[in-house]
């Protein structure tokens, strides 16, 4: 996913979205690697994906990921 396409799909959160995603620090990826330990697989849905912030982190770990966001544009 492109960068214009990732501030796109990020604009649940209004007009915070751009300044969230900058200034959020990105998640552990020794946290992230051991939460998907017990997974049977490598398909992980992200579910509340916002920014895509944890999506990023699981693309970049080899996961193949969902991402649904269910709040709706205003």
Not at 21 to 38: G, I, K, N, T
């Amino acid at each position: 996913m492109d960068q214009d396409e990732r501030l796109l799909h990020s604009s649940s959160f209004g007009a915070a979205a751009v300044a969230y995603a900058e200034h959020r620090p990105d998640y552990a990826q020794a946290a992230v690697r051991w939460a998907l330990e017990p997974a049977s697989g490598p398909r992980v849905l992200d579910l509340g994906a916002g920014t895509g912030k944890l999506t990023a982190t699981l693309v970049a770990l080899g996961a193949e990921v969902i991402a649904v966001e269910p709040i709706r544009r205003c």
